[in-house]
């Protein structure tokens, strides 16, 4: 069975992308499924993240970096396909950038983050925009594209309520219903090499894997048993 795509993007940067990108990797592997992260973002944070990992607790994806072959990194994907149970491609954050357009063309699920404040909500506008191109240029054999926003670094207040409002208005895609808060255990994540999974059960564990479920049961992914904690 081929691997299914998931691409994670927007037109701005900070708003996540990289943070959602690898804690859905690793906790889809520590769930059984062989997870391959594709990082085209020149700066290769999740390249480095991976990194951070001890060799005795190795990160639970496999992570490279192709951004140097900008657009042609679709041509790396097909040996990959059927090594893997789904592929990440975590985009840059720019609207000039061929990369996004070229993984919406390819992806079965687009995941499109987005903080509550009005410049993500404008730049996630222009998001949904080429997701509803894609899928007009896309023929039937492509399958369709499945396309979703993920509230990321949320926090409760006035301004960030008027904000969801706004984001609300006018959409063609669903809001998924999990949710990521701003929480220290996600950057934290970054000096272990690991998701927030590997640490004690708390609310970001949870968060993340009710994100992880629910995506995964869109796009058909089969889940085994969670892994232990790598960290106490």
Not at 40 to 50: F, G, Y
Not at 113 to 137: C, G, H, T
Not at 181 to 208: H, I, W
Request: proline share 5%.
């Amino acid at each position: 069975m081929s691997a299914k795509i998931v691409v994670v993007f927007n037109q701005k940067g900070g708003c996540a992308k990289t943070m959602t990108t690898m804690q859905l990797a690793g906790t889809w592997g520590r769930m059984g499924l062989r997870v391959f992260v594709v990082d085209m973002d020149p700066q290769n944070t999740a390249k480095l993240w991976e990194l951070q990992a001890s060799s005795d607790q190795p990160f639970s994806a496999d992570v490279e970096s192709f951004a140097p072959l900008k657009k042609h990194f679709v041509d790396k994907l097909e040996p990959l396909l059927e090594k893997f149970d789904v592929i990440l491609i975590d985009c840059p954050p720019s609207a000039e950038s061929d990369v996004p357009w070229t993984a919406l063309l390819i992806a079965d699920y687009a995941i499109i983050p987005v903080i509550p404040v009005m410049d993500n909500v404008w730049a996630s506008k222009i998001a949904e925009e080429l997701v509803l191109k894609a899928r007009a240029e896309r023929s039937a054999a492509d399958g369709p594209l499945q396309a979703a926003y993920l509230l990321s670094m949320n926090r409760k207040g006035k301004v960030f309520d008027v904000c969801l409002e706004a984001l609300k208005k006018d959409i063609q895609l669903p809001i998924l219903k999990s949710r990521i808060g701003m929480r220290n255990a996600y950057p934290e994540c970054q000096l272990y090499g690991c998701t927030v999974g590997d640490f004690a059960e708390s609310t970001a564990s949870k968060e993340v894997e009710m994100a992880a479920t629910e995506i995964g049961k869109q796009i058909g992914l089969k889940f085994t048993k969670q892994k232990g904690s790598k960290h106490e």
